[in-house]
């Protein structure tokens, strides 16, 4: 696998925990949230009625709502959490580790909901990811921030909402092409975040230029860059590799939460994530030697159409 690409899509991937914490300092998450959307869905509307109607040939109205919903579930409900988490003045690290968590999390459900082999390994694997994302969370919830114990809930309501919308893509048909499924999630999520600002009084951008200047980043770097270096990496490399990268954003993401916003990363922040890394090696390392390595985008674990 290239390593700029995969140094790309970390940062990519990144970039989405970093930008939302400028982007909620001045507007709810609603706001920011229903502006980084409406411009993404017209722009992508407008690609599909001119350039993409070979895409949407065949493409059920069954299919359509089922996306809907998958979109509602990895992109609204996935990133109002992350995005309330952070405004809430949970790290955007700690975030990003329990986002992380969610290919382990999906991979150990698999057993009883979609009766698939869970290796001890795999158990293991999980226990031990979970206890990394503990160590963390505790560590941020102890740095005396004033931070209410309650928010450090929200991003684990995103990451199940993540894991929601996995299964339920796993069973649907494997007839929808990707960029089908990224422009309905994405005008589900422009429908929702719409609705819910306007219903809340707060769909008014404000007038700080921080604002624009962090919905541009989030579009150009976590929505266009993040997702589209995801796809590419998980064609080429399948989704291990994909998995594997995606628990390496969360150390970098704390790195770059302690730099930029001055977030606590201390010693126990640093033994969480060595944790957490050690987990997901653990897990692949299993997949690797009695699984199927290849890249399949709707295997358990690989995650959904999300971007931070």
Do not use: K
């Not at 999630?185 to 700080?208: I, K």
């Not at 640093?270 to 985008?297: K, Q």
């Amino acid at each position: 696998m290239n390593p700029l690409l995969s140094a790309a899509f970390v940062i990519c991937w990144s970039s989405g925990f970093i930008g939302a914490r400028p982007g909620t300092a001045d507007a709810a998450a609603v706001t920011v949230l229903m502006w980084r959307f409406v411009p993404l869905a017209a722009v992508l509307a407008l690609i599909a009625a001119t350039l993409g109607r070979d895409s949407w040939r065949g493409v059920t109205r069954r299919g359509l709502l089922r996306q809907s919903a998958i979109g509602l579930l990895s992109q609204s409900g996935y990133l109002l959490a992350v995005y309330a988490a952070i405004r809430l003045g949970v790290s955007t690290g700690t975030t990003a580790l329990v986002d992380a968590a969610q290919p382990l999390v999906a991979g150990a459900l698999a057993g009883p909901l979609l009766r698939q082999r869970v290796t001890g390994r795999q158990w293991c694997g999980l226990l031990l990811g979970l206890a990394g994302v503990a160590v963390v969370t505790a560590a941020d919830a102890g740095a005396g921030r004033g931070v209410a114990s309650w928010a450090y809930l929200v991003p684990f309501l995103g990451m199940l909402s993540l894991v929601a919308a996995t299964f339920l893509e796993r069973r649907a048909p494997a007839d929808t092409p990707p960029s089908v499924a990224f422009t309905v999630h994405c005008a589900t999520s422009a429908v929702v975040f719409t609705a819910l600002a306007s219903a809340t009084g707060a769909a008014a951008p404000p007038a700080d230029a921080s604002f624009w200047t962090a919905v541009v980043w989030l579009v150009a770097l976590s929505t266009l860059g993040g997702y589209g270096l995801y796809w590419l990496i998980l064609r080429r490399s399948g989704v291990a590799r994909v998995n594997a990268l995606m628990f390496l954003t969360a150390p970098v993401t704390a790195v770059w939460g302690a730099l930029l916003h001055g977030e606590p990363f201390g010693v126990r922040t640093g033994i969480g994530m060595a944790a957490a890394l050690a987990a997901v090696a653990i897990v692949h390392r299993g997949e690797g030697r009695g699984g199927d390595p290849g890249p399949r985008p709707r295997r358990i674990g690989a995650g959904s159409h999300r971007c931070a």
